[in-house]
């Protein structure tokens, strides 16, 4: 079992940039796949990116070019770099993580990223 928290949301304007952490109680070296989601407010929670633990990349199309995953195994941390950020990509993000054995899910609490001028 792993438990999650994730640090760095805030508010910023069109176009600034945050970077987001996610800490692993647990070792996430071998067994797991991250990501992290994201919900707007009346909307569904979406996947944002994702990393499988050899490193392999996804992102949905809204912030491809713009937003980056990264996974360090001896820290136990993954981070959601976000660059040049839009009014829509304002929501709560979580972090995930999905155990490759049994599938199960885990998740952070969220942070909330609000981009607005």
């Not at 508010?11 to 996430?28: E, K, N, T, Y």
Request: charged share 15%; glycine share 12%; hydrophobic share 30%.
């Amino acid at each position: 079992q792993v438990q999650l928290v994730e640090s760095g949301g805030g508010l910023v304007q069109p176009g600034g940039s945050l970077r987001l952490s996610c800490a692993a109680s647990g070792s996430i070296s071998s067994a797991y796949a991250m990501g992290w989601y994201r919900q707007a407010p009346e909307k569904q929670r979406e996947l944002v990116a994702h990393i499988t633990r050899g490193g392999s990349t996804n992102y949905a199309d809204s912030v491809k070019g713009r937003f980056a995953i990264s996974r360090d195994n001896t820290k136990n941390t993954v981070e959601l770099q976000m660059n040049s950020l839009k009014p829509e990509d304002t929501g709560v993000y979580y972090c995930n993580a999905r155990q490759l054995l049994t599938n199960k899910n885990y998740w952070g609490q969220g942070t909330q990223v609000t981009v607005s001028s």
